[in-house]
T-cell receptor, first 114, second 113 residues
Framework: DSGVTQTPKHLITATGQRVTLRCSPR?????VYWYQQSLDQGLQFLIQ???????AKGNILERFSAQQFPDLHSELNLSSLELGDSALYFCASSPREPSGNTIYFGEGSWLTVV | AQTVTQSQPEMSVQEAETVTLSCTYD???????LFWYKQPPSRQMILVIR??????QNATENRFSVNFQKAAKSFSLKISDSQLGDAAMYFC??????????FGKGTRLHILP
């Protein structure tokens, strides 16, 4: 158990809908990362937050947004869903700086868009 | 831009044998960190080993060790005494000073009984 909690674990929704994925980082971790992994693909970095502020942005679509709340949990919002958005969405967290710290992954949220 | 390349999409090894997975990266930074993550069929991402670029000594974790060649920008993972439970996708990752972590496309490792 990495200590990173993601909900829901599985989600099936229709095209055009909106979903919210939630992540609770490990206790004390200030950084939260979101990654997308499509079937048999590598991990695509979406976005990173550090202590409530956006820190780095990757290949995140405009239909997607995220935020990190004062209690450090984070939410990833996916809207106007398309079939191609079906993927495993990982949240990861790491402690405060320095940046050499390892990031620890949650078990992921499986999103299926039908 | 930093990139991570894993040139072997798939590999197979006989149980109890040794296998080496390759990883190269491209960066202009001098201070960075490298990782190997394992993703078994459960799809969970598990840290295998990490290496600090400023350390010359290769990291070792039980049956897992790395061969870090900084000048060549190479970071290979050696698995000794391969076990059936080692079957997984292995991802090489690079962490920048700016905190971003970049993953390679992965190598799928099969263990043959």
């Amino acid at each position: 158990d990495s200590g990173v909690t993601q909900t829901p674990k599985h989600l099936i929704t229709a095209t055009g809908q909106r979903v919210t994925l939630r992540c609770s980082p490990r206790s004390g971790d200030l950084s939260v990362y979101w990654y997308q992994q499509s079937l048999d693909q590598g991990l695509q970095f979406l976005i990173q937050y550090y202590n409530g502020e956006e820190r780095a942005k990757g290949n995140i679509l405009e239909r997607f947004s995220a935020q990190q709340f004062p209690d450090l949990h984070s939410e990833l919002n996916l809207s106007s869903l398309e079939l191609g958005d079906s993927a495993l969405y990982f949240c990861a967290s790491s402690p405060r700086e320095p940046s050499g710290n390892t990031i620890y992954f949650g078990e992921g949220s499986w999103l299926t868009v039908v | 831009a930093q990139t991570v390349t894993q040139s072997q999409p798939e590999m197979s090894v006989q149980e109890a044998e040794t296998v080496t997975l390759s990883c190269t990266y491209d960066t202009s930074e001098s201070d960075y960190y490298l990782f190997w993550y394992k993703q078994p069929p459960s799809r969970q991402m598990i840290l295998v080993i990490r290496q600090e670029a400023y350390k010359q000594q290769n990291a070792t974790e039980n049956r897992f060790s790395v061969n870090f060649q900084k000048a060549a920008k190479s970071f290979s993972l050696k698995i000794s005494d391969s076990q059936l439970g080692d079957a997984a996708m292995y991802f090489c990752a690079y962490r920048t000073g700016g905190d971003k972590i970049i993953f390679g496309k992965g190598t799928r490792l099969h263990i043959l009984p």
